[in-house]
């Protein structure tokens, strides 16, 4: 059986996605790619978590487990990317 | 454990993001984007953690505060998304800033660009208000004007209190456009020529504020376009006052581009004749061949083309020397040429030559003159010996008084050889034609099938001439008429006086001349060949030498007079000879000398033994004692040889010229030492030898011109020998 906090968790990544795209084309964020990914990963996480307390118990948890591994890997990349954008801007390349 | 290794990776990625996020800075990140990253990066690295450590089957703290924590990384999140839009605002600001900076980079590097432009002239430049008050100047300016910032330009520039009359600047704030003037100024006390450019000057709303004044010094420029004007002149002169004719023709057409004045003159077509012609039209047809292969051959530079032919608008001809040098004229390939007209210089080229040959057959002539001479004495000498021995008025002494006239004939010949040969002047005597003419003509036409009628005037005026000289003349032309007439015919001869003027266009000077014509009605002479019978050398005969008419030439030339021919093919020649006339009397000649004998010692030298053994007899017969010597060093010897006997001689005959040995006026010189008192007579058969007309000059007290006669002899030695005999 799902939680409250799961559900709510969900409706907030919802709307922060929306959000998100809603800004996407707006905003100049460096790495915003990696950035859409990894968020969409952990929305994945989210949906999973949710998921996995209705049926297929092990796979969703599996999947969520996977989508939060993902997710790191995207946020770290994209900060790290970020910081050598930065380097390559201080040194005066543009 | 597969989750457990997700969660960890998870961990670990969500730790990376909190490690780097931390380090972005604004601009890239503001303060609350990189907050609320590191915060939403916190709490799924702690979710992910506490998962890791779960499913490993360890108990974590955080446990029961996951669902909690999840709770926040989205809120966290989007508020790092919301934040990322007040990185919008700062990138667009910072966007603007750097548009700003640039653009004042930009204004600041154009300003600097336009100063240094300013700078760069090197012209003065000066921008003024609309009062003519200077409110810029640039670099050259003040170095040539010094700084005046806020004065007057007409207070610089001509330090005047007013503007100035002809000011550009002035017509420019009129008008609105560019005015251009040039003037004199005084530039640091020079005088300098300059020229301003004044424009006007308007704001962004095309209002007149001021005007930019450009003066630039043009003395230089000024200076070099009153050379490059005097110098064009200077080559234009060159062209048209060139004294030789000169032009310009196009290579390809080869019309006439320009002419001037000198082949104008020279030619006889106007200019608008020559410019409407080509170089062939001056041209002989069959000279147009080789003209067009030399202009096909013509090389850039200067080429020597040689001596070409051209036609002169009356028809004539003339040899002209061209040098020619290609040239481009108005854009097109063409050829300056120099014309030398080397008309006269080639016919006095030729008359060179005609001397030249002469002095050639001069030398020739004159050989055998001195040997004929030596011949001559002997047989006058003989002959005169002869006619001592013969009895008066038999048949022998006429036949040998005949032989004695024709030796003198002959002796004549060659003393006109002689002279012919020594190029000396002829010995004139004041004379009468009409007896020379008479007898000259008998002479050449004895034994021939013409025969001459003679039309001589009872006045005709007598003559300053060399009777032999001229009587060869006569002689010459009456043989080559009775020549151009095989068969016979009559010569007719005319003389007449006449008075030559300047109109007359005879080459003589003005004055009174006797006029022979020698007529005859032969074959004529061809009219190409005119020109040369004149040439030594040059017949037409199978059997002349081409002499006789040459020295014709040249006698009639040492008179003073002229010669020249009018023939007609197939109809005869007319001969005209001028020769001046003399207000004397003539000087008719002697009758025959008598002979005067003599006593004495007489001491004869002479290279030739007939004229020695001949000499001998004729003085023994005059009653000296005679003993010869072949030259000047054997008589010297015989002379001490006898003196030293007691038996010196009372007198010398000495040979001017002795071949190859001592003459008569270096052994007269030897005598002298040793008989100052010796009388000596020089005998030569060059008879214009200086020292035969002057003889006494060189230490000689009589003279005897071989060949000679008794008479002759006996006159000589008689006038040297008498006084003393007295």
């Not at chain 2, 000057?201 to 009153?226: A, P």
């Not at chain 2, 009174?512 to 061809?526: E, N």
């Not at chain 2, 006698?555 to 007609?568: C, F, L, P, Q, T």
Request: overall charge negative; hydrophobic content about 40%; aromatic content about 10%.
């Amino acid at each position: 059986m799902f939680q409250e906090s799961e559900i709510i968790n969900l409706i907030f990544g919802v709307v922060a996605l929306s959000v998100f795209i809603g800004m996407y084309k707006k905003t100049w964020l460096p790495r915003r790619k990696l950035i859409l990914a990894g968020f969409l990963f952990m929305l994945s996480a989210s949906l999973f978590t949710v998921l996995e307390g209705i049926f297929w118990l092990d796979a969703f948890d599996l999947l969520e487990h996977i989508s939060y591994g993902l997710a790191g890997v995207c946020f770290g990349a994209a900060a790290w990317l970020a910081v050598g954008l930065q380097h390559r801007l201080e040194r005066g390349g543009r | 454990m597969t989750a457990a290794a997700f969660d960890f990776i998870s961990a670990i990625g969500f730790g990376v993001a909190i490690v780097f996020g931390l380090r972005i800075r604004p601009p890239l990140w503001d303060r609350a984007s990189r907050l609320f990253f590191v915060l939403s990066a916190c709490v799924m690295a702690l979710v992910g953690l506490s998962n890791a450590l779960e499913h490993s089957g360890l108990t974590s703290a955080l446990d029961p505060y996951e669902d909690y924590l999840e709770l926040f990384y989205l809120p966290f999140f989007m508020f790092f998304i919301l934040s990322m839009h007040s990185y919008q605002e700062i990138k667009i600001r910072a966007q603007a800033e750097e548009a700003l900076r640039a653009a004042l980079n930009s204004a600041y590097e154009e300003k600097e660009r336009s100063e240094a432009v300013i700078a760069a002239i090197g012209d003065s430049l000066t921008i003024q208000d609309r009062n003519f008050k200077i409110i810029f100047q640039n670099g050259p300016c003040k170095a040539d004007w010094g700084e005046h910032p806020g004065e007057f330009c007409y207070k610089i520039y001509e330090e005047s209190d007013r503007i100035c009359d002809d000011c550009g600047l002035a017509l420019a704030f009129q008008d609105g456009k560019v005015h251009r003037i040039r003037k004199a100024l005084l530039k640091k006390g020079r005088s300098r020529h300059v020229e301003i450019t004044a424009s006007p000057l308007k704001n962004s709303r095309g209002e007149l504020v001021g005007g930019v004044e450009l003066v630039r010094d043009i003395t230089d420029q000024k200076r070099m376009e009153e050379d490059l004007r005097a110098s064009v002149k200077l080559y234009r002169l060159l062209f048209e006052s060139n004294p030789h004719p000169m032009w310009v023709y196009d290579l390809e057409t080869l019309g006439f581009l320009a002419v001037n004045d000198a082949a104008i003159r020279h030619y006889g077509y106007s200019r608008e004749d020559f410019l409407s012609m080509t170089i062939k039209d001056i041209r002989p047809p069959e000279d147009i061949p080789r003209l067009i292969e030399n202009v096909s051959k013509v090389t850039d530079g200067l080429d020597e083309a040689g001596i070409w032919r051209h036609i002169k608008k009356d028809g004539s001809v003339i040899d002209v020397e061209i040098t020619s040098h290609t040239l481009d004229f108005g854009g097109r390939r063409a050829e300056l040429v120099l014309a030398l007209d080397v008309t006269e210089r080639r016919r006095l080229e030729a008359e060179a030559r005609k001397a030249q040959r002469l002095e050639s057959l001069g030398m020739l002539a004159g050989g055998l003159a001195h040997d004929f001479n030596n011949l001559l004495t002997g047989i006058i000498g003989n002959i005169s010996l002869a006619n001592l021995y013969a009895k008066a008025d038999s048949e022998v002494r006429e036949r040998l008084i005949e032989a004695e006239k024709a030796a003198f004939r002959a002796r004549d010949l060659t003393q006109q050889l002689l002279t012919f040969s020594r190029g000396g002047a002829p010995i004139k005597k004041t004379s009468s034609l009409r007896d020379l003419i008479r007898d000259s003509v008998s002479f050449a036409l004895s034994g021939r099938r013409s025969k001459c009628e003679f039309e001589i005037p009872d006045d005709l005026w007598h003559a300053e001439l060399d009777e032999a000289q001229i009587g060869q003349v006569i002689y010459n032309i009456i043989l080559n008429a009775d020549q151009a007439m095989p068969e016979g015919g009559t010569i007719r001869v005319a003389c007449e006086n006449t008075v030559v003027s300047p109109s007359d266009g005879i080459s003589l000077r003005p004055g009174r001349y006797v006029k022979i014509s020698i007529a005859d009605r032969g074959v004529g002479i061809q009219r190409e060949h005119i020109g040369k019978i004149f040439d030594p050398y040059f017949t037409t005969k199978q059997r002349g030498r081409g002499l006789g008419l040459a020295i014709s030439y040249s006698i009639v030339k040492r008179h003073e007079g002229y010669i020249y021919v009018e023939s007609e093919k197939g109809k005869g020649s007319v001969f005209h000879v001028y020769l001046p006339a003399s207000d004397k009397r003539a000087s008719y000649p002697e009758t025959r000398p008598e002979l005067k004998t003599g006593r004495g010692r007489v001491l004869l030298m002479d290279d030739e033994e007939t004229v020695r053994a001949v000499a001998s007899a004729m003085l023994g017969s005059l009653g000296y004692e005679v003993e010869a010597a072949t030259d000047g060093a054997e008589a010297i010897e015989l002379f001490k040889k006898k003196a030293a006997e007691g038996k010196p001689f009372d007198l010398v005959i000495l040979d001017l010229t002795v071949p190859g040995g001592m003459g008569g006026k270096e052994t007269l010189q030897r005598l002298r030492e040793m008989a100052p008192n010796i009388k000596a007579v020089v005998s030569s058969g060059y008879s214009n030898d200086p020292i035969m007309s002057d003889f006494e000059a060189y230490g000689f007290n009589g003279v005897i011109a071989k060949p000679y006669t008794m008479e002759s002899l006996s006159q000589a030695i008689h006038s040297v020998a008498a006084p003393e005999k007295r």
